[in-house]
């Protein structure tokens, strides 16, 4: 079989370390889509919307409960949730990419993790703020950078 691009579900450098910030994650996916361009890949960038997975270490999941238990990447490396602005200036930054580097990105698109990860630490769905009513932010920031386009 053959592929026309290659792209990621989400990514995490293999960096071993506490929390972290949310613009170091965008710094590591930003030198990940470079490592692809430079080894010849055809890819769709991923961009991050977020990645802690505190939620799933606090309460695993019967599919990963085994591994859990045990020091790794996966429990030590995570980073700040996105203010809505931070995440739509890395979803401009994927968009800037994928046009500054069409050999590259051919299908002309990026991918955004995740709609729904919400225990991964990555969503875009609107959640319920403390009163109740819904939390559309990150949805309304990407739909400026988007609008701009």
Request: neutral net charge; proline residues 7%.
């Amino acid at each position: 079989t053959r592929a026309d691009a290659v792209s990621e579900y989400q990514y995490q450098s293999e960096l071993d370390r506490s929390k972290t910030s949310y613009r170091d994650l965008c710094t590591e996916v930003q030198e990940f889509w470079l490592q692809q361009k430079n080894n010849g890949f055809k890819s769709i960038p991923i961009v991050m919307s977020g990645w802690n997975r505190w939620p799933r270490i606090e309460r695993p999941v019967s599919w990963e409960a085994n591994w859990q238990t045990k020091p790794g990447i996966e429990i030590t490396k995570n980073y700040d949730f996105p203010t809505p602005g931070e995440l739509a200036k890395h979803v401009s930054e994927g968009i800037s990419w994928v046009r500054e580097n069409p050999q590259s990105c051919p299908a002309g698109a990026i991918l955004i993790y995740a709609w729904n990860e919400h225990d991964e630490g990555g969503w875009l769905c609107p959640t319920f703020q403390k009163n109740g009513k819904p939390d559309d932010s990150r949805l309304k920031e990407i739909k400026k950078v988007l609008d701009k386009r």
